[in-house]
């Protein structure tokens, strides 16, 4: 019963390096995010796929990119980190995309960028 | 714009009496509104949501939330709080109109003495 399944749990980037956050789910959801969590600002969204082969920008996407590789993977690329992306990194999927529908986390992935 | 507030960043009570943790709301629209826990190191989990109908809403681990639509809240709450639901807690809002993007509060971080 995994879940949502996020790779690495911990990372550390020097500033320029580039690096992609994996996520899978198994709960056959249509729709998944990436969030990122910050002490005091809560949860911001970076990007979000509604269904496999859309994805679209959330509050905060600049200096991220995002696939959609298929139902199960949606992975978060950081080109060329800065330290202003050190944070916690969390992803979450939901069923059918549907407004009412809660999320689901996986444990999230600490980012640390020197 | 969407947003939700938290205005306290703590809560402190003891172990069998009462807890509450406070959220207001702000959107255009109708609101569906989330409470999610977060325990260290892990990703959050839903607890419960108001979409419509009965203002009190029951969920996970004996947590309620009262909705409110003339104060805008969505206070989460508990009669009798154990020493185990200190964690930290989210509010979050989806408004009608707006299928994906949901907000989060800053969070509230609640402890549970025994």
């Known amino acids: 019963n995994a879940g949502v399944t996020q790779t690495p749990k911990f990372q550390v980037l020097k500033t320029g390096q580039s690096m992609t956050l994996q996520c899978a789910q198994d709960?056959?959801?249509?729709?998944m995010y990436w969030y990122r969590q910050d002490p005091g600002m809560g949860l911001r969204l970076i990007y979000y796929?509604?269904?496999?082969?859309?994805?679209d920008k959330g509050e905060v996407p600049n200096g991220y990119n995002v696939s959609r590789l298929n139902k199960r993977e949606f992975s978060l690329r950081l080109e060329s980190a800065a330290p202003s992306q050190t944070s916690v990194y969390f992803c979450?999927?939901?069923?059918?995309?549907?407004?009412?529908?809660?999320?689901?986390f996986g444990n999230g992935t600490r980012l640390t960028v020197t | 714009a969407q947003s939700v507030a938290q205005p306290e960043d703590q809560v402190n009570v003891a172990e069998g009496n009462p807890l509450t943790v406070k959220c207001t709301y702000s959107?255009?629209?109708?609101?569906?509104l989330f409470w999610y826990v977060q325990y260290p190191n892990r990703g959050l989990q839903f607890l419960l949501k108001?979409?419509?109908?009965?203002?009190l809403v029951k969920g996970s681990y004996g947590f309620e939330a009262e909705f409110n639509k003339s104060q805008t809240s969505f206070h989460l709450k508990k009669p009798s709080a154990l020493v185990s639901d200190s964690a930290l807690y989210f509010c979050?809002?989806?408004?009608?109109?707006?299928?994906?993007?949901?907000?989060f509060g800053a969070g509230t971080t609640v402890t549970v003495r025994a």
């Open positions: 709960m056959n959801h249509n729709s």
């Open positions: 108001y979409i419509t109908g009965d203002n």
């Open positions: 796929s509604a269904s496999e082969g859309t994805t």
């Open positions: 979050a809002v989806r408004v009608v109109s707006n299928d994906y993007k949901l907000s």
């Open positions: 959107v255009s629209g109708n609101p569906y």
């Open positions: 979450a999927s939901s069923a059918a995309g549907g407004k009412n529908s809660p999320l689901h």
